[in-house]
């Protein structure tokens, strides 16, 4: 059975003053039935990792390399060192920003579970593809290229969209691609693909999250501006719980 997860990425955004929220939200989190990831930016990870209690902290990216020249780059270790467990991986603000490919998003992924991280991959069609009827075959062909050899993962479909903008695909557009990342998974892991928690993300709010947590195949959510807040995070975290 794949896992409930509320997972929440803070991007860049919040300071060592925001660190009373990660408080909450560990506090809370005890008496809620999911597993709750929180991915601060880099310089809080060590910090946040000492309050979390039942809280999972993850980063937002991570090299593919171990170690090395790599000017401004954080590597898997790294973040394992400062007390995370799980790693984003190819955020389309990462794809779209920095020119990330779904072949170097996989090399992270391995690097990060050599390291001991959980990847989260994202993957997501733009406006433009699902306009033009291609979202199922872009989306499958990021993940077939993007995911490592091993089955420790956790996927996130990211329409490009529905980002940051209000904007949620329908429960027949999350559904469809749900359950084609689904069957994807299995055909690539085999059993072990049915075990891996499919999260949806973009605008995810405790308004819209009930609807979103009963679609089959909806394991969780990967939330941006939502998670920031335990107001706003924790509503979340126990519509998933009671789903
Ligand atoms: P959003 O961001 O919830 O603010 O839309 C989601 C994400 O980028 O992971």
Redesign the pocket.
């Known amino acids: 059975m794949p896992q409930k997860i509320a997972a929440g990425?803070w991007k860049m955004n919040g300071t060592r003053s925001s660190l009373s929220e990660i408080q909450a939200i560990a506090e809370a989190a005890q008496d809620i039935d999911c597993t709750a990831i929180l991915c601060p930016p880099a310089p809080l990870i060590h910090s946040a990792a000492g309050l979390a209690g039942p809280l999972a902290i993850g980063g937002q990216n991570c090299h593919h390399a171990k170690s090395g020249a790599f000017t401004g780059d954080i590597s898997a270790e790294q973040l394992v060192d400062c007390g995370a467990s799980y790693v984003i991986l190819g955020?389309s603000e990462r794809r779209e920003g920095y020119g990330e490919s779904d072949t170097l998003v996989r090399d992270k992924a391995q690097e990060a579970l050599r390291s001991g991280l959980t990847p989260i991959i994202c993957l997501g069609e733009s406006r433009d593809q699902r306009t033009a009827g291609q979202a199922l075959d872009i989306v499958l062909a990021q993940l077939s290229v993007s995911v490592p050899d091993d089955a420790q993962i956790i996927i996130a479909y990211?329409p490009v969209w529905?980002?940051?903008t209000g904007l949620v695909p329908s429960v027949a557009e999350i559904t469809e691609m749900h359950d084609a990342l689904r069957a994807q998974l299995h055909a690539i892991y085999g059993a072990s693909g049915q075990d891996i928690s499919i999260l949806y993300?973009?605008?995810?709010k405790p308004s819209n999250a009930q609807e979103i947590f009963a679609i089959p195949n909806v394991n969780g959510a990967?939330?941006?501006?939502?998670s920031l807040k335990a107001e706003d995070f924790l509503p979340i975290m126990r519509s998933l719980a009671e789903s």
Do not use: F, Y
């Open positions: 990425n955020h990211e529905a980002i940051g993300g973009g605008s995810v990967l939330v941006g501006g939502a």
